[in-house]
């Protein structure tokens, strides 16, 4: 592991970073000029929202120093000096800046314009930080009486902003400190390209295809699991790119294929039959009330009346001196009612009561032929160290079991995203709060109601796009 330590010499800091390698014979680039913002934090492995415990940090880092003059370049050694000046006037600049400026807001632009002006202080590797802040501020026209930043050995930044109380400007500072908090950057995995110092991801895409889970004739495509050919190691997020999956779910299936109809203290199921009710849903309809009709001495007849490019559902009752009640759902039925037949029917009441002769009852909406509009997909990949990014949230409950993505159906048709259709896809990137290694998937799909998807056994297939972590370090990252 290697390390940044401080020595002094006639009161001078020389710094160095310990390593088992020889930098002379490694490509880095040693200019100052070619280092912005956030190549310097990168180096030294701290965020970029600076504050006063980055800069203890970076202290802490460079105090236990033994000099190892024969592994590594007084250049580099100068390289690493001048990054730890300019985070350390940063930071203090930037606090000073927030407690006595309500309109400065501190961003990587202003950031690396900082930068540039300190660069252009000659030797300012060898100037005290205040020194270089006076400068800073004295061209920003503002003055200010700095206390002395300079650290204890023995004590931390926290520490001593909390031990000067005779200093009104650094009380100033230690109340925003603890009373605020700045995060003003994106902190990406790959801050910058610069060198082989720097971390690098690379992208890696599985195409998945649910004919070759595990344990293929005891599982389903809706809810499967896939022991992924290789052990992909240090993946930090993972996405989904495509999808390819045949519009195979039924509008009439075993959940809502039925509803009652109710004649005095009588109740009898109407239960359609679901080949036929996919083929032509008032066809199936008509041929059991007429069952039912001939049954009850009842002349009961459903129409589907259309409005424009649309259609609303209509039950007309004639020449029967019987009042009835259409129930579409009672709490012991297994379905949900927004998956119900009356639902699909356009009516909005489970149950309607007083059917008088000679009178018609109209759903309130029109019919929904493609009720299955969502479908989500879930992939638990097994870990655990990230936060769960997509909740289905339904009138009292909600689920959040691994859900990846959210895709619109269009109608009738076949559903074929990826990436670029981001209008028909809703998907959120996984990102993990540290590397993973992945190696075992499992993979679910569900409709709108919280229900694995009834595909009737059909597969499909997806892409998943990994985000792999991979270090080509010559450095390693800086403890802190």
Same mark, same amino acid.
């Given at each position: ?26 490509? *880095? ?102 020194? /270089? ?30 031990? *000067? ?98 004649? &005095?203290?009588?109740?009898?199921? *109407? ?25 009850? &001495? ?18 007309? /009752? ?23 037949? &009356?639902?699909?029917? &356009? ?134």
């Amino acid at each position: 592991m290697n390390s940044i330590k401080r020595e002094n010499n006639n009161n001078e800091e020389i710094f160095i970073i310990e390593d088992e390698i020889n930098f002379e014979s490694d490509t *880095i680039d040693l200019n100052i000029d070619n280092y912005e913002f956030k190549e310097m934090i990168n180096i030294f492995n701290i965020s970029p929202n600076l504050n006063y415990e980055d800069n203890s940090n970076l202290f802490s880092t460079l105090q236990e120093f033994n000099l190892n003059s024969h592994k590594f370049s007084q250049c580099f050694i100068n390289l690493l000096r001048k990054i730890f000046v300019i985070l350390n006037v940063i930071t203090k600049y930037k606090e000073f800046k927030q407690v006595n400026d309500n309109n400065f807001l501190f961003n990587e632009d202003n950031a690396n314009e900082l930068i540039i002006k300190i660069k252009n202080i000659e030797n300012f590797e060898h100037i005290n930080p205040k020194n /270089i802040i006076q400068i800073l501020l004295s061209n920003d026209n503002s003055k200010y009486n700095l206390p002395n930043l300079e650290f204890n050995n023995e004590l931390t930044a926290r520490e001593k902003i909390n031990n *000067i109380n005779d200093n009104e400007q650094y009380n100033k500072i230690a109340e925003a400190i603890q009373n605020k908090i700045y995060n003003n950057f994106d902190n990406p995995i790959v801050p910058g390209t610069i060198n082989s110092i720097k971390r690098i991801t690379k992208i890696t895409n599985l195409h998945i295809n649910s004919q070759f889970r595990n344990n293929y004739y005891k599982s389903s495509p809706n809810n499967f699991s896939y022991n992924l050919p290789k052990i992909f190691n240090n993946v930090v997020s993972i996405n989904l790119n495509s999808i390819e999956l045949k519009n195979t779910w039924l509008l009439i299936n075993q959940r809502n294929n039925f509803f009652y109809i109710e004649k &005095g203290t009588t109740k009898t199921l *109407i239960e359609l039959d679901i080949q036929a009710a996919n083929n032509n849903l008032l066809s199936a309809i008509k041929t059991e009330l007429t069952s039912y009709n001939n049954a009850n &001495g009842v002349n009961l007849d459903i129409k589907f009346k259309s409005i424009a490019d649309n259609s609303y559902t209509a039950f007309n /009752i004639t020449n029967s001196l019987e009042i009835i009640s259409i129930i579409f759902y009672q709490e012991n039925d297994s379905t949900n009612f927004l998956n119900s037949l &009356g639902w699909i029917l &356009g009516f909005r009441s489970a149950r309607y009561d007083n059917i008088s002769p000679n009178s018609s009852l109209n759903s309130e909406t029109f019919i929904n032929f493609y009720p299955i509009d969502t479908i989500y997909l879930a992939i638990n990949d097994y870990q655990y160290n990230y936060n769960e990014t997509n909740i289905i949230c339904f009138d009292k409950t909600s689920l959040d079991d691994h859900i990846l993505s959210k895709f619109s159906v269009d109608g009738n048709n076949d559903l074929y995203i990826n990436s670029n259709e981001n209008e028909r896809n809703s998907t959120t990137k996984r990102t993990y709060n540290g590397p993973i290694n992945l190696s075992k998937i499992q993979v679910k799909l569900y409709d709108k109601f919280g229900n694995l998807l009834d595909n009737n056994k059909c597969d499909y297939s997806f892409s998943i796009q990994l985000e792999i972590l991979y270090e080509n370090n010559n450095v390693k990252l800086l403890p802190i």
